[in-house]
Nanobody, 116 residues
Framework: QVQLVESGGGLVQPGGSLRLSCAAS????????MNWYRQAPGKERELVATISSAGSSLYYADPVKGRFTISRDNTKNTVYLQMNSLKAEDTANYVCYLRRSGEAYWGKGTLVTVSS
């Protein structure tokens, strides 16, 4: 019954911004860390950002540090990824990920294309 549904992707120009959302259901959202991964064409899936259950501890991969911000609203069971100063190399499918009780849960992802 765990569901992770991403939204907010689209086509943006280099230097532009986009906010992704991951709506979660089927588990006690406020007790779990949440993660954003991405997979670019021809590349392996990579961790982009992590946020702890209360939102007090954050992790960012080096390529996005200073440009992306992960946040969450435990009242809305939603995790966000604010993406600023986008670059062509940010083009990827962005996927929400949960590790719960030894199980991995993935959303279908939302496509982000950064291009002129």
């Amino acid at each position: 019954q765990v569901q992770l549904v991403e939204s907010g992707g689209g086509l943006v120009q280099p230097g532009g911004s986009l906010r992704l959302s991951c709506a979660a259901s089927g588990f006690t959202f406020s007790t779990y860390a949440m993660n954003w991964y991405r997979q670019a064409p021809g590349k392996e899936r990579e961790l982009v950002a992590t946020i702890s259950s209360a939102g007090s501890s954050l992790y960012y991969a080096d390529p996005v540090k200073g440009r992306f911000t992960i946040s969450r609203d435990n009242t809305k069971n939603t995790v966000y990824l604010q993406m600023n100063s986008l670059k062509a190399e940010d083009t990827a499918n962005y996927v929400c990920y949960l590790r719960r009780s030894g199980e991995a849960y993935w959303g279908k992802g939302t496509l982000v294309t950064v291009s002129s």
